[in-house]
Nanobody, 115 residues
Framework: QVQLVESGGGLVQPGGSLRLSCAAS????????MAWYRQAPGKQRELVAGISSGGSRNYADSVKGRFTISRDNAKNTVYLQMNSLKPEDTAVYYC?????????WGQGTQVTVSS
C-alpha cells in the first residue's frame, strides 16, 4: 500500500533552517509528481511546493527564494529545504502524492519557528 513518512520537523529560531524528508513506498515514485503542504492552527491546508516527475518545481509566493523542493528517485524520497524561517512558517507539514487511485498524505511533521 501507499506510504508516505515525513521526518525532520522540530523547533527552530527565526532565521534558521530545517530540512524535511518524505520517504515514499507502494507506487512508482519516479513517475509521480510530489508536493509539500502545510496547515497552521485555524487555517486551511495550503500548497507549499511541488515537483514534477521531470523535476519542474513550483512554490507558494510566501516561500519563494527561501524553500527548495527536491527529489531523489533512487531513494524514493522528496525533500523540502527550508531556509530563513519565519514564525509564520509554523505549521504541520504534510507530504503529498497525487496518484491515479487518489490523493495520499503522510502523517505530518510539526515545524515550529519561535525564539
Amino acid at each position: 500500500q501507499v506510504q508516505l513518512v515525513e521526518s525532520g520537523g522540530g523547533l527552530v529560531q527565526p532565521g534558521g533552517s530545517l530540512r524535511l524528508s518524505c520517504a515514499a513506498s507502494g507506487f512508482t515514485f519516479s513517475r509521480r509528481a510530489m508536493a509539500w503542504y502545510r496547515q497552521a492552527p485555524g487555517k486551511q491546508r495550503e500548497l507549499v511546493a511541488g515537483i514534477s516527475s521531470g523535476g519542474s518545481r513550483n512554490y507558494a509566493d510566501s516561500v519563494k527564494g527561501r524553500f527548495t523542493i527536491s527529489r531523489d528517485n533512487a531513494k524514493n524520497t522528496v525533500y523540502l529545504q527550508m531556509n530563513s524561517l519565519k514564525p509564520e512558517d509554523t505549521a504541520v507539514y504534510y507530504c503529498n502524492a497525487d496518484l491515479v487511485t487518489g490523493m495520499y498524505w503522510g502523517q505530518g511533521t510539526q515545524v515550529t519557528v519561535s525564539s
